[in-house]
C-alpha cells in the first residue's frame, strides 16, 4: 500500500474530471464567473482540465454595476492574462428602473440585479450548462445539491427532477426544455478554498487583504465607501479602518472584517483559525430566513 | 512525479510547515452512516464533530447554549450539530443524500447521510456508491438486525470493501462484555458471505462518548480500536495503484498545433510514458509519449489522476473508448449481465426506450430484460419480469453496438453502468456489471470456476485472512480473471475466504 495522496490532489483531480464530463456533454457550456475566490479557484481548474488547449467555452460575468471596482479591474486583467473569452451582461431593464442595493430590499435587488441578470443572459446565449463555484458546505441547503444539477424550463429547481448519482458516473442527458448547473468544487470546503489559492499561488482581488479603507458602521456591520453612491445617513460617518473582505459581492451588501492580515498566509490562517463561517459577511443572507433555499427555487445558482 | 512527489513539491514551494494548519490533509476517507431511526445516528456523527473536527467556535457555542441535554445525561445534545441537515429533509429532494465535510488533525472526512427509513434501498445505494468506509450503526439491546443484514447487502453490491458495526447505547446494557460479544459473533455470521475486507465491530456510547474518540474506562475489556483511530487508519481514496490498468477517454485536447491529447482520469492501475496502452475495441495499439498536465508532463500516472495522454501514432480513438494494456483489456461487450438498483418512480417499461451510461461512454440499449429480482434479506433470486421503484433486479443487457465494459468485481469503475431514460433523459437505474460477453449470447456452463481453494492452494498460497491479505487476495483472483477473459474465457469468481476470527486478531 502506499502512502495517501494529498487531499487537494484528490479534490483537483475531482474537479478536472467534472469540468471534462460537462464540457464533453453538454452543447453550449459557460463559466459563471463572480470574481471571488471560488471562481478565482472554479477557473483555475477549469484551465487545468483543458490545458494546453484553449478554454473551451466562455466567462459570463453578471454585472450589477455595484461590484467593487477593484474587482472589476481584476476580472478584466485577468481575462487578458489568461486570453479568456468574457461576456458581461448587465440587466438594462432592471438598472432603468433604478433598482439599486442602497435603497431597495437585498431580496429584490438579488433577485431583479442578479438572478433575471442570469437568466436573461443565459437565454440570450443559449447556454445549456453553467458552471459554478457553488460548495456543499456553504450551508444546509446546498448538502444536498447533485454535481449536475437540473433545470426545468424557466431556470425552475425543481426537487423532484434532481437526478441521483452514483460512483463517477455524470449523467448530462437533458429533457426538453431542461438545462444544468455544474458545480466541480462540489466536494470543497471554505478552508479548501483558501489552502489551494496559497498552494497554486493564484492572484485574488487585493480586497481579500487587509488595507487601509474608507468605512462606513451601519446596523453593526463595517461597510466600505467604494464610491460616492454609498454616503453616510445622518449620524454615521467615513472612517479610515484596517478592513479586510472573506466574501466579495455588491459593496453596500458585503460586510468587512477589521483584520491585520495583509499577505495570503495571514489570511489563510485567520480563515482556517477563525471562529464563524464565511456567510456571516454576506448581508443578503439575513434577509429573510430561508433565503438561499427561496434563491435555489427561483434559480439564482 | 508521483502524485506524492508532486505534492511534497508543491506544499515546500508554498513554504508551508508540516505542521500547519495550511498543510494538505493525508487523504480523504468518505464515510457512510447506515442504522434504523433512533438507533443514534445523529448523536454519534455530532460527538465525532465535536471531539475531533475542526468546527467552527459559534457552531459549538450554539451547543453548549442550547441547553439541551442527550438522553438522560448531564451533557450536551451534540446531534443538534446535524439538525441543519435534518431539517433539509422537508425539501421533498428524491434520493436523499446530504454531505458533511470535516477535518480532523490529519484527514478530511466526507459523511454520507442517507435516511434510514422510507426508500432506503435506493437512497443507501446512490450514497454507498461514493463511500470508502460504511458505519452499520445498532442499538447494543437490539443488535444486529433483519435491517442490518439488508444493509450489508446493498454496501456489498456497490462495492464498499470496508464495514465498522458501531454498537450504540453500551451505557445502557452495563458496558457488558457479553452483549457485546453476542452481537459482534453475530455480524461476523452476517459478513461471511459478502466480500469485504475488513469488518470491524465497535462496542461505543455515542452520549458518553466512549470509544467514540477516546478509549472508554467503563469497557476495559476492549482492546481493539475506538472509532476515530480506526477511520484514520482505512485507506485514503486514490491510495491503490496496484491494479490493472484502464484510462476511459473524455475527450480530446488540441493545442492548436500538434498536440492532440487523450484527456481522462485514470481509473484503475498506472500508466507510465513508454507503456504501449490498447484501444479495447478496435484493438490497435500506440506508446505513449507524454503525459501533460497543466503543472508539468508527468512520467508516469496513477489511479485518480487527471491527466492528458499523448499517443505517437494516432490510433483513433476518442470520447468513449478505453485505453488498457494490451494482455489485458477490457471486453468489448455486446450484451452484459447487470444487478440494478431501480432508482425512478417509473417503473421498468419493456416499450421505453434506454441508453446505458458507462463512465464515459454512451450506448443505446437494444434489450433490456429483467430476469429477477434479489432479496437482500436470503440474498436469493426470484424469476421476475417486472421491476420498480427500490428493487434489485438481476438483467440482461444487449446494447446496440459494442462497448468496453468490465466485471465490476474485477475492475469497479469501468464496471459501473446507469440505465439512461432516451427521451426524457433522467436516471433510471445504476448497478454492477457481473457479466459481459462479445458474441451476444452469455455462456451458462461453458465458465471457468475459479475456486476459493483453487486460489488458496494456488497463486494466493503465501496470504493470511487479514484485511490487507483479503484485498490481495481479491486482487490477484481478478487479475487472473481479467487475463482468462481478453483471451474469450467466460470466468467466475468466488470471493475471498470467510473473514476468521481465530486467525485474524485485526477483526
Ligand atoms: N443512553 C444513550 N442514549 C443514546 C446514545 N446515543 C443516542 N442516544 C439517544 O437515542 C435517541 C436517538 O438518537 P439520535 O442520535 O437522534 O438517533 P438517530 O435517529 O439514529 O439519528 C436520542 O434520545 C439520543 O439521546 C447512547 O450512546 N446512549
Known amino acids: ?301 | 512525479m508521483t502524485i506524492q512527489a508532486s505534492l511534497k513539491a508543491s506544499t515546500a514551494a508554498a513554504g508551508v510547515k508540516a505542521a500547519s494548519p495550511l498543510r494538505d490533509l493525508n487523504g480523504i476517507v468518505h464515510l457512510l452512516t447506515c442504522g434504523s431511526v433512533d438507533d443514534g445516528k445523529s448523536t454519534l456523527i455530532g460527538r465525532l464533530l465535536w471531539d475531533a473536527s475542526d468546527l467552527y467556535e459559534d457552531q459549538r457555542e450554539n451547543v453548549r447554549k442550547s441547553g439541551r441535554k442527550a438522553a438522560d445525561s448531564d451533557l450536551p445534545d451534540f446531534s443538534m450539530l446535524l439538525d441543519g441537515l435534518v431539517a433539509e429533509r422537508e425539501q421533498g429532494i428524491t434520493i436523499d443524500i446530504a454531505w458533511k465535510y470535516f477535518d480532523t488533525e490529519t484527514r478530511r472526512f466526507v459523511i454520507i447521510d442517507s435516511p434510514g427509513h422510507e426508500q432506503y434501498t435506493r437512497n443507501m445505494a446512490s450514497g454507498a456508491s461514493f463511500a470508502d468506509v460504511a458505519i452499520l450503526l445498532v442499538d447494543a439491546r437490539s443488535g444486529v438486525k433483519k435491517q442490518t443484514k439488508r444493509h450489508a447487502a446493498i454496501l456489498d453490491l456497490v462495492g464498499v470493501k470496508r464495514v465498522v458495526l458501531a454498537v450504540n447505547k453500551m451505557d445502557l446494557v452495563g458496558y457488558s462484555e457479553d452483549v457485546f460479544r453476542k452481537i459482534e459473533a453475530d455480524f461476523r455470521t452476517l459478513c461471511w458471505k459478502f466480500g469485504f475486507w475488513d469488518a470491524t465491530a465497535i462496542p461505543l456510547s455515542a452520549v458518553y462518548g466512549d470509544n467514540v474518540s477516546t478509549k472508554s474506562d467503563a469497557m476495559a475489556w476492549y482492546t481493539g480500536p475506538h472509532l476515530l483511530e480506526h477511520l484514520e487508519k482505512a485507506p485514503s481514496r486514490g491510495t491503490a495503484s496496484s491494479g490493472t490498468f484502464r484510462f476511459p477517454v473524455q475527450t480530446v485536447l488540441r493545442d492548436g498545433q500538434d498536440f492532440r491529447g487523450l484527456a481522462g482520469t485514470v481509473s484503475s492501475g498506472s500508466v507510465n510514458v513508454g507503456d504501449s496502452v490498447t484501444d479495447a475495441l478496435s484493438g490497435r495499439s500506440a506508446k505513449v509519449i507524454r503525459i501533460a498536465t497543466m503543472d508539468g508532463d508527468l512520467k508516469s500516472a496513477t489511479s485518480g489522476q487527471a491527466i492528458a495522454l499523448q499517443l505517437d501514432v494516432d490510433i483513433d480513438v476518442s470520447r468513449g473508448a478505453v485505453l488498457s494494456s494490451s494482455e489485458m483489456r477490457p471486453i468489448a461487450a455486446q450484451t452484459v449481465e447487470a444487478r440494478l438498483v431501480w432508482l425512478s418512480e417509473n417503473a421498468f417499461n419493456p416499450r421505453t426506450g434506454y441508453l446505458l451510461r458507462t463512465v464515459t461512454d454512451l450506448i443505446p440499449i437494444s434489450t433490456l430484460e429483467i430476469k429477477a429480482l434479489l432479496d437482500l434479506e436470503t440474498m436469493s433470486s426470484h424469476p421476475s419480469a417486472s421491476c420498480g421503484v427500490n428493487d434489485i433486479a438481476v438483467t440482461k443487457i444487449t446494447l446496440g453496438r459494442p462497448a468496453a465494459i468490465d466485471v465490476f468485481s474485477d475492475i469497479s469503475e469501468t464496471g459501473t453502468v446507469m440505465i439512461v431514460d432516451a427521451v426524457t433523459g433522467a436516471s433510471i437505474a445504476g448497478g454492477v456489471v457481473t457479466a459481459v460477453n462479445a458474441k451476444g449470447e452469455i455462456l451458462g456452463d461453458g465458465h471457468f470456476n475459479l475456486t476459493r481453494e483453487m486460489l488458496a492452494n494456488g497463486l494466493c498460497r503465501d496470504l493470511s485472512l487479514s484485511s490487507s491479505d483479503r484485498e490481495e487476495f481479491t486482487r490477484r483472483a481478478n487479475e487472473a480473471a481479467i487475463l482468462l477473459r481478453s483471451a474469450g474465457v467466460s470466468v467466475a469468481i468466488e470471493p475471498p475466504p470467510p473473514i476468521d476470527d481465530g486467525l485474524d486478531p485485526g477483526l
Not at chain 1, 48 to 58: D, E, I, V
Open chain 1, 1 to 301: 500500500m502506499t502512502a495517501s495522496p494529498s487531499h487537494l490532489d484528490l479534490l483537483e483531480a475531482e474537479s478536472i474530471h467534472i469540468f471534462r464530463e460537462a464540457a464533453a456533454q453538454f452543447r453550449k457550456p459557460v463559466l459563471m464567473y463572480s470574481i471571488g475566490k471560488d471562481s478565482t479557484v472554479l477557473l483555475h481548474l477549469a484551465r487545468k482540465a483543458f490545458f494546453p488547449q484553449k478554454l473551451p467555452f466562455p466567462l459570463l460575468h453578471i454585472d450589477t454595476t455595484w461590484k467593487f471596482r477593484d474587482m472589476i479591474a481584476f476580472r478584466d486583467k485577468t481575462a487578458k492574462d489568461f486570453g479568456l473569452d468574457l461576456i458581461v451582461h448587465k440587466n438594462e431593464d432592471g438598472l432603468k428602473q433604478g433598482i439599486n442595493p442602497i435603497d431597495f430590499s437585498p431580496s429584490i435587488y438579488t433577485d431583479v440585479l442578479k438572478t433575471q441578470g442570469l437568466k436573461q443572459a443565459l437565454d440570450k446565449y443559449g447556454f445549456d450548462a453553467a458552471f459554478g463555484g457553488a460548495r456543499r458546505d456553504e450551508e444546509a441547503s446546498r448538502a444536498k445539491e447533485r454535481v449536475f444539477s437540473f433545470r426545468a424550463a424557466g431556470h425552475r429547481w425543481d426537487p423532484r427532477k434532481q437526478r441521483p448519482e452514483m460512483w463517477r458516473l455524470l449523467n448530462g442527458r437533458l429533457g426538453t426544455g431542461e438545462s444544468v448547473r455544474v458545480f466541480p468544487m462540489s466536494n470543497w470546503t471554505e478552508k479548501d478554498v483558501w489552502r489551494y489559492i496559497l498552494r497554486e499561488k493564484l492572484d485574488v482581488v487585493p480586497l481579500y487583504l487587509a488595507k487601509e479603507r474608507p468605512t462606513i458602521e451601519r446596523n453593526g456591520q463595517l461597510l466600505m465607501q467604494d464610491d460616492e453612491r454609498l454616503q453616510p445617513k445622518p449620524g454615521e460617518k467615513v472612517v479610515m479602518r484596517k478592513i479586510r473582505f472573506r466574501t466579495l459581492g455588491c459593496y453596500p451588501l458585503t460586510a468587512a472584517v477589521e483584520s491585520d492580515a495583509s499577505d495570503m498566509e495571514s489570511i489563510v490562517a485567520e480563515t482556517i483559525n477563525a471562529q464563524t463561517s464565511e456567510r456571516v459577511g454576506r448581508l443578503i443572507d439575513h434577509d429573510q430566513s430561508g433565503a438561499m433555499e427561496k434563491k435555489k427555487q427561483e434559480g439564482y445558482f
